[in-house]
């Protein structure tokens, strides 16, 4: 299942359509692994996992970034129960600092927060420039007792 979310402006003037792709879906798959396909055997089997319909419960939600046909952006979330993991953010390189991920991220979290979800969690390295991205969308440091950074 798939639709369109938005039609968004870049910083370079360029127009960029947004998509949410609830897994499987087989129109969008051919774009998507691809386009993860640097994530390595351990990712790589739970995107394949959830476009052959093989997770359970467990949802995968790809929300995805395209300048005509040309997919720039992902950002995916696996759900249950209103509990999620955001991860394989990405975009492609030729195509960074034009405002791929904060708009995809706008929408994401939109939906997320629509779709009752509760707790959605992220790891990414601290103070890095994801670091701050994540932090201007409400997310927050969470350490464990006795942890130091």
């Not at 996992?49 to 929300?63: I, K, Q, R």
């Not at 975009?91 to 979800?117: P, V, W």
């Amino acid at each position: 299942m798939r639709n369109v979310m938005a039609s968004v402006t870049l910083k370079s003037g360029e127009t960029m359509q947004i998509e949410h792709v609830l897994a499987p879906d087989s129109e969008r798959e051919s774009q998507i692994r691809p386009f993860l396909g640097h994530k390595g055997p351990h990712f790589g089997g739970h995107i394949t996992a959830s476009f052959e319909g093989n997770c359970d419960t467990l949802e995968t939600h790809y929300y995805i970034g395209l300048i005509g046909d040309e997919m720039v952006g992902n950002i995916m979330t696996v759900e249950s129960n209103g509990t999620g993991i955001l991860g394989h953010v990405h975009t492609l390189e030729s195509h960074r600092r034009k405002g791929i991920c904060s708009h995809i991220m706008t929408y994401q979290m939109e939906d997320f927060r629509a779709r009752n979800g509760r707790v959605l969690l992220l790891g990414t390295g601290y103070q890095r420039p994801p670091y701050y991205i994540y932090a201007s969308f409400g997310f927050r440091d969470w350490l464990f007792p006795g942890t130091a950074i």
